[in-house]
């Protein structure tokens, strides 16, 4: 049960990070649905079916500090108090090779993509880290979780993946010294590097070709069920020894180039 889990889920409006937002909700813990303000109905319809006694939605581009120190502020201004859980899921995903036909890879593409990503994400365990350190700690001397999400492309990147390879290898690497950094505050880190989930960024491709890409993976041949993202989160949080790693969720899939 998460009856002590109140949490902000950046990108959670949609996908992986709405299925984590579910799952908190129906296990009895509260959400901060953070997202682009271009993403408000449905986040209010998130909050239409969960109820708005238990999410609430702090529009919120993760790369401005503003933003972010507004979505926590909020849950303290609910009468919550200060978050207990952060969960990134916030991120953007693009194609495009170094050296490609029409010349090389945009700086800025890439810069944004590590902007939204990377930085993003660190903007979040940063200042969440800090409300976190005001709490009381439990009886194993810890205050909160923060969950970031990368991809198995920080392992295997494909052809047309470098910045979106960089954005998420670079999340991996923060995470371990992260976790040693907010040790002394009792503040777990953990990372989740999911394979192939079928949400709206792959929902977007061809049928035929989502079909395609579930047989390529071992065992189950599918693509993965946002609620098993939602599960593994529940896990972490619940886990207090989960701590500074990273936990791959791909069925046993390795992208090939
Ligand atoms: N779906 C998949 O198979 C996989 C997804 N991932 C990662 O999981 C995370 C979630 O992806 P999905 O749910 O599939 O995508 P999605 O596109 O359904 O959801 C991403 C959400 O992030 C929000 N977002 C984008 N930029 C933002 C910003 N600057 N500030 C705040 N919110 C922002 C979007 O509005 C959207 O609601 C992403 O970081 C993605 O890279 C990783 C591996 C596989
Ligand atoms: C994000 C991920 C890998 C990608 O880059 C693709 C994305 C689905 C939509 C795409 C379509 C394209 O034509 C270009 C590539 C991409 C942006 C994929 C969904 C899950 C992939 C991932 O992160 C795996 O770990």
């Known amino acids: 049960m998460l009856s002590k889990t109140v949490s902000l889920v950046t990108g959670s409006a949609s996908g992986l990070g709405r299925a984590t937002v579910e799952r908190i909700v129906s296990s009895g813990g509260k959400a901060i649905i953070c997202d682009l303000p271009s993403q408000s109905s449905l986040a209010d319809s998130i909050i239409d079916s969960l109820g708005s006694d238990n999410v609430k939605f702090s529009p919120c581009d993760v790369t401005q500090s503003s933003d972010v120190t507004a979505a926590l502020d909020l849950s303290e201004n609910s009468g919550w108090g200060p978050v207990n859980c952060a969960v990134s899921c916030a991120g953007i995903a693009t194609a495009s090779k170094t ?100 949400t709206p960024l792959l929902a977007g491709l ?24 939602g599960k593994l989160v529940e896990s972490i949080i619940e886990n207090p020894m989960l701590n500074g790693e990273v936990i791959r969720i791909d069925g046993g899939y390795r992208m090939p180039p």
């Open 99 to 198: 050296l490609g036909r029409k010349g090389p890879h945009s700086l800025e593409m890439f810069s944004n993509v590590l902007a939204v990503n990377t930085v993003g994400t660190f903007n979040v365990i940063r200042l969440a880290s800090e409300r976190m350190s005001t709490l009381d700690p439990d009886d194993n001397g810890q205050r909160g979780v923060i969950i970031n999400t990368a991809s198995i492309a920080a392992y295997d990147g494909q052809v047309g993946q470098a910045a979106y390879a960089a954005s998420k290898g670079a999340i991996v690497g923060l995470t371990l010294p992260c976790a040693r950094d907010l040790s002394g505050v009792g503040v777990r880190v953990m990372t989740i590097a999911p394979g192939l989930f079928l």
């Open 206 to 229: 061809p049928e035929k070709v989502q079909e395609e890409m579930g047989k390529q993976i071992p065992c189950p041949r599918r693509l993965g069920d946002p609620s098993e993202f």
